[in-house]
């Protein structure tokens, strides 16, 4: 792909300029990882010593919203396993759950007791200037707990950031090579959801789950949507960001648009709402509600069919064209 950059009605090429050094994505990474990835960095270079090794990891960060560590590897080479690698460093955190608490309570400050972690929402991060076709073949499966990103610098102080996504319906756990392996062992316990297993997690019933499908295909084709689904909810992103969540019951689909947050859970429960700005609905209709407690408020309604499905995209659309 080739960038330009218009001057006067003539284009002039913008030029890639290769990061020399690891530390170099690192450093820049760390700095902007709320922005980047909507995670909480943590710590650098952190060390595990596990079964007579000892691993370093690269970045440590924290997803306040799943409540689930995150692991950031940086490669510049492309001479080394994704599985393996992958496989390896999330088997260190499972098998060491204590260490990476313990650094999280010591870098934010707070008591072991306050800390909720989901384990099997962990997952790691590979960012790299570049990855050959073996790697991003290896992670070709619907159910993986790895992100390949790729990074690229330009002459015109651009940074670009596009992650590899798999188009596999297919699951590692068919090829995973037997029972006991690291690989079994990580999948026993961390879980990359479809949407589906939300849904069938929640026992919804067959027609909500078309109302959901109807709903996805009208939203889809939006720019940068992504569907992030959760064991409770399933969030719509854009921008790396929730906008709406959809919280599944039997018979219907509660849905959540977020107003305004109060305060941020990062460990510490900081008070944000003067710096948040406010989302306000524009629904002359009155189908959303108002729900609000001591940390967020929210826009709520029960969608149960696609009767009002024209109105109902046009207040989400209010909120995907803020974020």
Do not use: A
């Not at 270079?45 to 799943?66: A, G, H, M, P, T």
């Not at 002459?155 to 950031?161: C, F």
């Not at 959901?212 to 939006?222: G, M, N, V």
């Amino acid at each position: 792909m080739e960038l330009f950059s218009i001057k006067n009605k003539n284009l002039d090429p913008i030029e890639l300029v290769p990061f020399e050094k690891e530390k170099e994505i690192q450093e820049l990474v760390e700095s902007n990882t709320e922005s980047l990835f909507d995670l909480e960095f943590i710590s650098s270079e952190f060390n595990v010593y596990s079964q007579n090794k000892n691993f370093r990891i690269d970045s440590l960060c924290f997803d306040n919203e799943s409540q689930s560590f995150v692991i950031i590897e940086y490669k510049k080479g492309d001479s080394y396993s994704v599985i393996d690698q992958g496989y390896s460093y999330l088997s260190t955190m499972l098998n060491n759950k204590d260490s990476f608490i313990i650094e999280y309570c010591k870098r934010k400050k707070v008591l072991v007791n306050d800390v909720q972690v989901d384990w099997s929402q962990s997952r790691i991060i590979f960012i790299s200037p570049s990855f050959n076709t073996y790697q991003k073949n290896s992670v070709n499966f619907q159910d993986i707990p790895f992100e390949l990103w790729e990074i690229k610098r330009y002459n015109n102080n651009t940074v670009v950031l596009n992650q590899h996504l798999s188009n596999s319906r297919e699951s590692i756990k068919k090829v995973e090579g037997g029972k006991d392996t690291i690989i079994d062992k990580v999948n026993n316990e961390v879980q990359v959801l479809s949407e589906d297993d939300t849904m069938n997690g929640k026992k919804v019933d067959e027609k909500i789950k078309q109302v959901f499908y109807r709903l996805k295909e009208k939203i889809i084709s939006w720019d940068d949507i992504s569907f992030n689904p959760k064991k409770n909810y399933i969030g719509i992103k854009r921008n790396k960001k929730n906008f709406v969540f959809l919280n599944f019951r039997k018979n219907y689909i509660r849905v959540h648009i977020l107003s305004k947050i109060k305060t941020k859970w990062d460990g510490t429960r900081v008070n944000v709402e003067k710096s948040t700005k406010e989302f306000i609905l524009d629904d002359p209709k009155e189908m959303f509600t108002i729900w609000e407690n001591d940390y967020k408020k929210l826009y709520s309604y029960d969608l149960k069919d696609t009767k009002d499905l024209d109105y109902f995209l046009l207040m989400i659309k209010q909120k995907y064209d803020s974020v």
